[in-house]
């Protein structure tokens, strides 16, 4: 069956690409992939189309069919092997249940879209099918010339899939102060912190900034820049290459951090110099921020994979934790808590580095002032327990 194939570039960054179940280059899908390289697809969206269009890839060696001579009866088999796990199995149940979400058969079938719509616009006669003309009008109001308006029809795809709004996950203010404990303490005793202080660090970022895990993970110590005279402070996030494949999703901006997370990253800093970091790095500015501290290579850039196995042993610790928890619940959490404090949407928008408004009311638009979200409503007395002495 076909694969995603990880490719290294001369330059060290990594890339993706499709292989067949021959180990050749699928060049019409290679093609569009090229095409999102060079407008900048983030490192993120090229492996996921490449493993979303892997998938489609495979789909039609199964079946036989050339990618440009499918039909729409075919989308509708590869939705249905997607949803019920039937692509690489030989066994068909004869009451299947879904182990895909049909948000996840969505992101699927987003990429093979994007990819035949990228063909048509190069000419190529495939599945012109799944796109139709539609005039596009902003509402129902028209202004007074809009009828001598030259606007040209849009390209709509024809199949889409809708599934159903989630409950976005949140968490309350004392499991996350349990797992702020559990990582690291201060010791007033000694003046200093006991434990791992670099994920107490790491989660009270997340959860204070709306970061996602990879731009987290991304930051360089010359991306944070210290508050002076009661500013607050402000930490960058910059697009650039990671030694991990890791990206800033939502580009480049700036999101302002308050007084007490400061004073942790200025603790953490210490910590890691105690731990011989600032004789061993060469580059302090140029070094990342989360890095290992407990096996070689030392101080190199901590993975995801680690994080996301650190976490699952902190839920065999910490009574409370979500079995299901990742580390973008704190972003779900941090983005609800501001909304419901009376935030506007367009700023929290902004601070989550969202493309648009809509993204961020598509997400969160059923925000209310229910029971179950109440702890949160205010920030202020969210992040009280944060607090920390000072040292």
Avoid at 249 to 257: A, N, Q, T
Wanted: net charge neutral; hydrophobic share 40%.
């Amino acid at each position: 069956m076909a694969t995603a194939q990880r490719v290294t570039l001369s330059d060290g960054a990594t890339t993706w690409t499709v292989i067949d179940r021959s180990f050749s280059l699928v060049e019409p899908v290679e093609a569009y992939l090229e095409y999102g390289r060079q407008v900048d697809f983030r490192p993120n969206t090229t492996r996921a189309y490449a493993q979303s269009l892997a998938q489609w890839w495979s789909f039609l060696e199964e079946t036989g069919t050339s990618w440009d001579a499918v039909k729409l009866h075919d989308f509708g088999d590869f939705i249905s092997a997607l949803r019920y796990g039937e692509l690489a199995s030989p066994i068909r149940e004869l009451r299947p249940r879904p182990v895909l979400s049909d948000g996840t058969v969505n992101l699927r079938l987003r990429a093979v879209m994007s990819f035949y719509r990228y063909q048509a616009d190069s000419g190529a006669d495939a599945a012109p099918f799944l796109w139709k003309q539609a005039q596009v009008r902003s509402g129902r109001y028209m202004s007074f010339l809009e009828h001598v308006a030259r606007r040209n029809p849009q390209k709509r795809a024809t199949i889409r899939i809708r599934p159903a709004r989630r409950a976005v996950p949140v968490l309350a203010p004392t499991t996350i102060d349990a797992l702020y404990e559990a990582e690291s303490v201060y010791d007033p005793a000694h003046a200093e912190w006991d434990g791992d202080l670099r994920y107490r660090f790491l989660w009270a970022l997340l959860a204070e900034s709306g970061m996602r895990i990879g731009e987290a993970l991304s930051l360089q110590h010359r991306d944070w820049n210290t508050g002076v005279g009661g500013a607050s402070a402000r930490v960058a996030i910059v697009s650039r290459a990671h030694p991990h494949g890791l990206s800033a999703k939502s580009g480049e901006r700036e999101v302002h951090i308050g007084s007490r997370l400061d004073r942790l990253y200025a603790d953490y800093v210490w910590w890691l110099c105690d731990r011989g970091a600032d004789v061993a790095l060469d580059d302090w500015e140029s070094s990342y921020i989360f890095c290992n501290v407990m096996r070689d290579p030392l101080f190199a850039p901590l993975r995801t994979e680690s994080v996301y196995a650190h976490l699952r042993s902190m839920k065999q610790r910490v009574a409370g934790l979500p079995n299901p928890m990742t580390p973008h619940w704190f972003r779900h959490t941090h983005a609800t808590a501001l909304l419901l404090a009376g935030s506007p949407v367009h700023t929290v928008s902004r601070r989550l580095g969202h493309a648009s408004v809509q993204t961020t009311m598509n997400i969160y638009g059923h925000v209310t002032e229910d029971a179950e979200l109440s702890s949160v409503a205010n920030w202020r007395e969210y992040v009280s327990g944060w607090e920390y002495p000072n040292v």
